[in-house]
């Protein structure tokens, strides 16, 4: 299966499957099983194994919209743990710190998008004093705000994807996925819920699916505090010259000697 | 919105990647005994001799096509020269604006007279280029540009009104104004034009304007009745919007939206190395910024490479213009912060007069270029929101 049918398998399942309503009432105490049995079936727990161990041997690049995917749609399952932990032959609880804050960064990303959708969607439909709320310069220039937000993250959350694999994942970029993706979550939560108003602060709405994920995975594996410290190490002890340097380091698709 | 899905990871060329080397052997003895505090001018710094050094190693219009004195390479090419001027602190200012935006549009819209008389000589850092778009009433609201080329009824044109915050055009030979060339400001957006306008010729006058860190960058130029030939005219007559817009492009993306406080942040990282200056907080304080930085980087590039396909991703130059000097700007507070925060500990003289500087010339990174306003506005549009 290439990493194009893969998405496509999964966001057509997840659209099927991992409804808002789904997604609230496992939130809400009912058992996963059931879903958990129907993810089961599309075979993609061993996706990141490599085909000589059976499995579909993808790569990490390819799997990052995948993962963005099932943060989209909220899955209220540890999908993306359990295939990286059976890529490394670990158990889920086992996996290393900059494992699951690499996971953690892609399911931010894609709910980050997924809570940007809708607001961008509500302020469109939304009428008060006779115009759509997306009008008012206010609302403009907290979405465009947001806007900036969700889009560094996800090019953050990217850069630890590309040209790496699982088993030589660098910690550097795990921090600066985990870091962004953290501190833009913070800010993509709390302008979705300005925009929508008491609405979306509603049980009813769907929002909260969202926007407690995105405070809850910030919490996970590391806050943006966190990865600040790591990467502040990296750059004033385990470097020296230019922070540029670091950078091409940290955001080249390929490994780049130093002039 | 297509700005998240279309900008991936790039990778900069290796036969461009290769240039890093020797532009860097090169600034660092250029450089060698050019304090901090001065560094951080960035692309402030003026020095035409520095300019002409460069040009004598090939390294202005390095995109353009040889026979206009450029060497036919690549975006990511500039990208990297760039990069590397902007982290040495190397005083760029005096071809900065000819050699981002004014060649290029002579390249791309200018006749192949004005190619061949304006770019050799910009290439070889000798023909220094201002930007006329501003006007003391046409601010972000540039469509209302009142300054008027009237023909003059033998083929030229004549030329009165003022320009403003025009950078640097006390020592420019040329500035690319955009002008109302018919119809009157009802009209917004027709009926403008863009001129070449000598800034030698009768009737033109330069008046330099101190800025809040004490140095004269910016000037008003005023034009009374200043002749233009035919040829003055760049492009096509009553298109001046749309290549105006098709320039903001180049200059809202580049490393300069990014590493305007790299020198300062360089500089305070070197003290955090030190014994005294360590900090574990500071240093967390670093952390974040690099955090910011790395993928303001990566976007940066991605544009590159649209800019460098024929694209014109506005929004996404929007997104990265506003992110990126907002980062700039918070570099400053922040660095400012953790020295005043230890206030039993004597930072170096030469970080406290460089951030000194910054505080002072940080309050235009969201103006220049379009303001943080004029583009979170862009950027709204390209939601849909307008």
């Given at each position: 299966m290439s990493d194009?049918?893969?998405?496509d398998?999964?966001t057509a399942?997840?659209r099927?499957e991992c409804t808002?309503?789904v997604?609230?009432?496992?939130?809400?105490?009912?058992s996963?099983d059931a879903?958990?049995?129907?993810?089961?079936q599309?075979?993609?727990?061993d996706?990141?194994?490599?085909e000589?161990?059976?499995?579909l041997g993808?790569?990490?690049?390819?799997?990052?919209?995948?993962?963005e995917?099932?943060?989209a749609?909220a899955l209220p399952?540890p999908?993306?743990?359990?295939?990286?932990?059976?890529?490394?032959g670990?158990?889920?609880p086992?996996?290393p710190?900059?494992?699951r804050?690499?996971?953690c960064?892609?399911?931010?990303a894609?709910a980050?998008?997924?809570?940007?959708?809708r607001?961008?969607?509500y302020?469109?439909?939304?009428?008060?004093?006779?115009?759509?709320l997306g009008?008012?310069?206010?609302?403009?220039?907290?979405?465009?705000v947001?806007a900036?937000?969700?889009?560094a993250?996800?090019?953050?959350?990217?850069?630890?994807y590309v040209?790496?694999?699982?088993r030589h994942?660098?910690?550097?970029?795990?921090?600066?996925a985990?870091?962004r993706t953290?501190e833009a979550?913070?800010?993509?939560a709390a302008?979705a819920?300005?925009?929508?108003?008491a609405i979306?602060?509603?049980?009813e709405?769907?929002l909260s699916l969202f926007?407690l994920?995105?405070?809850r995975?910030?919490q996970?594996a590391g806050s943006?505090?966190?990865?600040?410290a790591?990467?502040?190490r990296?750059?004033?002890h385990d470097?020296a010259g230019?922070t540029?340097?670091l950078l091409?380091a940290?955001?080249e698709?390929?490994?780049?000697p130093?002039? | 919105?297509t700005?998240f899905d279309?900008?991936a990871?790039?990778r900069i060329p290796?036969?461009d990647?290769a240039?890093r080397g020797?532009?860097?052997?090169f600034?660092r003895?250029?450089?060698r005994?050019?304090?901090?505090?001065?560094?951080?001018q960035?692309w402030a710094g003026?020095?035409?001799?520095?300019?002409r050094?460069?040009?004598?190693?090939?390294?202005l219009?390095?995109?353009?096509?040889?026979?206009?004195g450029?060497a036919?390479?690549?975006?990511?090419a500039?990208y990297?020269?760039?990069?590397?001027f902007l982290?040495a602190?190397?005083?760029v200012?005096?071809?900065w604006i000819?050699d981002?935006?004014?060649?290029?549009l002579?390249?791309?819209f200018?006749?192949?007279?004005?190619r061949?008389a304006?770019?050799p000589?910009?290439?070889r850092?000798?023909?220094?280029f201002?930007i006329g778009?501003?006007e003391?009433?046409?601010?972000?609201d540039?469509a209302?540009?009142?300054?008027?080329a009237?023909?003059?009824g033998?083929?030229?044109?004549r030329?009165?009104?003022?320009?403003i915050?025009?950078t640097?055009?006390?020592?420019?030979?040329h500035m690319?104004?955009?002008?109302r060339?018919s119809g009157?400001a009802?009209?917004?957006?027709k009926g403008?034009?863009q001129?070449i306008?000598?800034?030698?010729?009768?009737g033109?006058t330069?008046?330099?304007i101190t800025?809040?860190?004490?140095?004269?960058?910016f000037?008003e130029?005023?034009f009374?009745?200043?002749?233009l030939?035919?040829?003055?005219?760049i492009?096509?007559e009553g298109q001046?919007?749309?290549?105006?817009?098709a320039?903001?492009?180049?200059?809202?993306?580049g490393?300069?939206?990014?590493f305007?406080?790299?020198?300062l942040f360089?500089?305070w990282l070197?003290w955090l190395?030190?014994?005294?200056?360590?900090s574990p907080e500071?240093e967390r304080?670093?952390?974040r910024?690099?955090?910011?930085?790395?993928?303001?980087?990566a976007l940066?590039?991605?544009?590159t490479?649209?800019?460098s396909?024929?694209e014109s991703?506005?929004v996404e130059?929007?997104?990265v213009k506003?992110?990126g000097t907002?980062l700039?700007q918070?570099?400053?507070?922040?660095?400012?912060d953790?020295?005043?925060?230890r206030?039993?500990v004597?930072p170096?003289?030469?970080?406290?007069?460089?951030?000194?500087h910054?505080?002072r010339?940080a309050p235009?990174?969201?103006?220049?270029?379009?303001?943080r306003?004029i583009?979170?506005g862009?950027?709204?549009r390209?939601?849909?929101l307008?």
């Amino acid at each position: 299966m290439s990493d194009h049918l893969m998405l496509d398998a999964a966001t057509a399942w997840l659209r099927q499957e991992c409804t808002a309503a789904v997604v609230r009432a496992i939130d809400a105490g009912a058992s996963p099983d059931a879903l958990a049995a129907s993810f089961a079936q599309l075979g993609f727990d061993d996706a990141l194994r490599a085909e000589a161990d059976g499995g579909l041997g993808l790569g990490l690049d390819e799997i990052f919209p995948v993962f963005e995917a099932f943060g989209a749609h909220a899955l209220p399952l540890p999908a993306a743990e359990r295939m990286v932990a059976r890529a490394l032959g670990v158990a889920p609880p086992d996996l290393p710190l900059a494992h699951r804050a690499l996971v953690c960064a892609a399911l931010l990303a894609g709910a980050m998008r997924a809570v940007f959708d809708r607001s961008l969607a509500y302020a469109n439909d939304r009428v008060q004093f006779g115009r759509p709320l997306g009008k008012f310069q206010a609302i403009q220039h907290q979405l465009a705000v947001m806007a900036e937000e969700v889009f560094a993250a996800r090019m953050a959350a990217r850069l630890a994807y590309v040209a790496a694999d699982l088993r030589h994942i660098d910690p550097r970029r795990v921090a600066v996925a985990k870091a962004r993706t953290s501190e833009a979550a913070v800010e993509v939560a709390a302008i979705a819920h300005a925009v929508h108003g008491a609405i979306g602060f509603t049980h009813e709405s769907d929002l909260s699916l969202f926007t407690l994920r995105l405070h809850r995975w910030r919490q996970s594996a590391g806050s943006e505090s966190y990865w600040h410290a790591e990467l502040g190490r990296a750059l004033v002890h385990d470097h020296a010259g230019p922070t540029l340097d670091l950078l091409r380091a940290l955001t080249e698709t390929l490994a780049v000697p130093t002039p | 919105m297509t700005a998240f899905d279309t900008l991936a990871p790039t990778r900069i060329p290796p036969e461009d990647e290769a240039l890093r080397g020797a532009v860097r052997a090169f600034l660092r003895e250029a450089l060698r005994d050019r304090p901090a505090h001065e560094r951080a001018q960035s692309w402030a710094g003026y020095s035409p001799a520095f300019s002409r050094a460069l040009g004598e190693r090939g390294w202005l219009g390095i995109t353009w096509p040889k026979a206009y004195g450029g060497a036919q390479r690549s975006a990511f090419a500039r990208y990297v020269l760039v990069e590397e001027f902007l982290n040495a602190g190397a005083p760029v200012g005096s071809h900065w604006i000819a050699d981002r935006q004014s060649g290029p549009l002579i390249l791309k819209f200018g006749t192949e007279a004005q190619r061949r008389a304006y770019l050799p000589p910009i290439a070889r850092g000798e023909s220094f280029f201002c930007i006329g778009m501003s006007e003391p009433n046409a601010g972000s609201d540039l469509a209302s540009v009142r300054t008027r080329a009237t023909p003059d009824g033998h083929g030229g044109w004549r030329l009165n009104g003022q320009k403003i915050w025009t950078t640097n055009a006390h020592h420019c030979d040329h500035m690319i104004a955009l002008v109302r060339s018919s119809g009157d400001a009802a009209d917004r957006q027709k009926g403008l034009s863009q001129f070449i306008v000598d800034l030698r010729s009768p009737g033109v006058t330069v008046r330099p304007i101190t800025d809040m860190s004490g140095a004269d960058h910016f000037c008003e130029v005023f034009f009374d009745d200043v002749p233009l030939s035919a040829d003055a005219l760049i492009g096509n007559e009553g298109q001046g919007w749309e290549q105006v817009t098709a320039e903001l492009a180049f200059e809202r993306s580049g490393p300069e939206r990014i590493f305007s406080s790299i020198v300062l942040f360089d500089n305070w990282l070197a003290w955090l190395r030190t014994p005294q200056g360590a900090s574990p907080e500071a240093e967390r304080r670093a952390g974040r910024i690099l955090s910011q930085l790395a993928p303001l980087r990566a976007l940066s590039i991605a544009v590159t490479e649209r800019l460098s396909l024929g694209e014109s991703p506005v929004v996404e130059a929007a997104l990265v213009k506003d992110l990126g000097t907002t980062l700039e700007q918070r570099i400053a507070t922040v660095i400012a912060d953790d020295l005043a925060s230890r206030p039993d500990v004597q930072p170096p003289a030469e970080l406290l007069l460089t951030l000194d500087h910054i505080i002072r010339v940080a309050p235009c990174y969201s103006l220049r270029g379009g303001t943080r306003e004029i583009l979170r506005g862009m950027i709204a549009r390209g939601l849909g929101l307008r």
